[in-house]
T-cell receptor
Framework: SQQGEEDPQALSIQEGENATMNCSYK?????LQWYRQNSGRGLVHLIL?????REKHSGRLRVTLDTSKKSSSLLITASRAADTASYFC??????????????FGKGTKLTVNP | DAGITQSPRYKITETGRQVTLMCHQT?????MFWYRQDLGHGLRLIYY???????DKGEVPDGYVVSRSKTENFPLTLESATRSQTSVYFC???????????????FGPGTRLTVL
């Protein structure tokens, strides 16, 4: 069963605009991660935010986490055509014991038009 | 080269045949995972392994068998392939969470399997 669910399923923007993707999850977590997948490739880890953190930055990426709402958002600022990819959130589950096993959402497909 | 590799990258087989997908990592990560990715379902965990000779089922284990005799290898076998197993398969590895480096997973390039 899916733990994380991304929203929207697809997003199309112009180069230079900001892109925001959201993720909701169901159970208590230790941390939440975001991954990117370019077409035909494997997933690449972008950023990890722990349950006691509220915001984290990495370059043009900004991730927020609201554990009371069980939700996270990924903001990509000043988007580029090269950001075109699918983005997935992944969560562990405190209830399942151990944090190595992740459950991935279905992803948001981002298209950045030149 | 350091990293995680999968072979073959593409495979076409017939219903009922046995197929083995290979995964090899050079980081000595203790954890390894097998996922399948299908349209509409995202990434689903098939099996995972915490160390050599320790494996456990994920969300969709039926029809699959794994083994892990060496830390660096984690083959996935479809004992009798079915059309519903047509998918893209990804292998991943990670350190354990308590190692203090987080549990980000490192993914291989994937194997596209078609079962006719």
């Amino acid at each position: 069963s899916q733990q994380g669910e991304e929203d929207p399923q697809a997003l199309s923007i112009q180069e230079g605009e900001n892109a925001t993707m959201n993720c909701s999850y169901k159970t208590s977590i230790n941390n939440l991660q975001w991954y990117r997948q370019n077409s035909g490739r494997g997933l690449v880890h972008l950023i990890l935010i722990r349950s006691n953190e509220r915001e984290k930055h990495s370059g043009r990426l900004r991730v927020t986490l609201d554990t009371s709402k069980k939700s996270s958002s990924l903001l990509i600022t000043a988007s580029r055509a090269a950001d075109t990819a699918s983005y997935f959130c992944a969560t562990d589950s405190v209830a399942q014991g151990g944090s190595e096993k992740l459950v991935f959402g279905k992803g948001t497909k981002l298209t950045v038009n030149p | 080269d350091a990293g995680i590799t999968q072979s073959p990258r593409y495979k076409i087989t017939e219903t009922g045949r046995q197929v083995t997908l290979m995964c090899h990592q050079t980081w000595s990560h203790s954890y390894m995972f097998w996922y399948r990715q299908d349209l509409g379902h995202g990434l689903r965990l098939i099996y995972y392994s915490a160390a050599a000779d320790i494996t456990d089922k994920g969300e969709v284990p039926d029809g699959y068998v794994v083994s892990r005799s060496k830390t660096e290898n984690f083959p996935l076998t479809l004992e009798s392939a079915t059309r519903s197993q047509t998918s893209v398969y990804f292998c991943a590895s990670s350190e354990p969470f308590f190692a203090g480096v987080g549990n980000e997973q490192f993914f291989g390039p994937g194997t596209r399997l078609t079962v006719l």
